[in-house]
Structures are given as structure tokens and as C-alpha cells.
């Protein structure tokens, strides 16, 4: 069984900055790659970032591609979201998780996060 435990939510006006982290149990983090989703109220949940196992691979959703890095640490079992530029929409509870078959359309989540809470305030 693995856990995921987010951390770094809080409360930004717009045009501020977080990071995001993920810290994961067990001996097999780098088997999984790691992705950060996001629900807000009356909207479905979507992927925002996902890293391969490596690290070596990123992929981000077009309404962050450019102000968001997400990065992992498989030494630390954390993976990371850094998010510059906040903007109100994207207030959502962001979740973390684990992948073994990656996040390609179709792909199964293994294992979820509790979430954080992001507030953006204009």
C-alpha cells in the first residue's frame, strides 16, 4: 500500500506563487510516475501535470503550460508542483497521484492523495 500525502495549499492573490509537494511511503516510489490533478466546485477533475518515472518526461495541461513546473525528488519520494502567476480559476482542491501505467488518456490511477486546498484571491 502506498500513501500520498500533499502539502503546501493555502490561501495567494492572484499573480503569487506555491509549491505543491507530495510525499509518498514505501521502498517503490520511482515505479510510479506521479501526476497533479484538481477539481473545483461544479467542474470535473483534471489532469494538471504528470512526470514520468524518471523524471525525465512532463507533460501540463494547456491552462498552465507555461507558468507551472512539476518536478520529483526519488531519493526524498516527493514529487512537486510549483505554480507562479496564480490566478483565480485556478482555486481547486489539488490532488496528487500515482501511476504504473502512466496518465495517457485511459490510464488507470493507482493510488490517490488526500488534497490540498489552493485559494487564489483576485
Known amino acids: 500500500q502506498v500513501q500520498l500525502v500533499e502539502s503546501g495549499g493555502g490561501l495567494v492573490q492572484a499573480g503569487g506563487s506555491l509549491r505543491l509537494s507530495c510525499a509518498a511511503s514505501g521502498r517503490t516510489f520511482s515505479s510510479y510516475a506521479m501526476g497533479w490533478f484538481r477539481q473545483a466546485p461544479g467542474k470535473e477533475r483534471e489532469l494538471v501535470a504528470a512526470i514520468s518515472r524518471s523524471g525525465g518526461d512532463t507533460h501540463y495541461t494547456d491552462s498552465v503550460k507555461g507558468r507551472s513546473t512539476i518536478s520529483r525528488d526519488n531519493a526524498k519520494n516527493t514529487a512537486y508542483l510549483q505554480m507562479n502567476s496564480l490566478k483565480p480559476e485556478d482555486t481547486a482542491v489539488y490532488y496528487c497521484?500515482?501511476?504504473?501505467?502512466?496518465?495517457?488518456?485511459?490510464?488507470?490511477?493507482?493510488?490517490w492523495g488526500q488534497g490540498t486546498q489552493v485559494t487564489v484571491s483576485s
Open positions: 497521484a500515482a501511476s504504473l501505467t502512466g496518465f495517457e488518456i485511459g490510464s488507470i490511477v493507482d493510488y
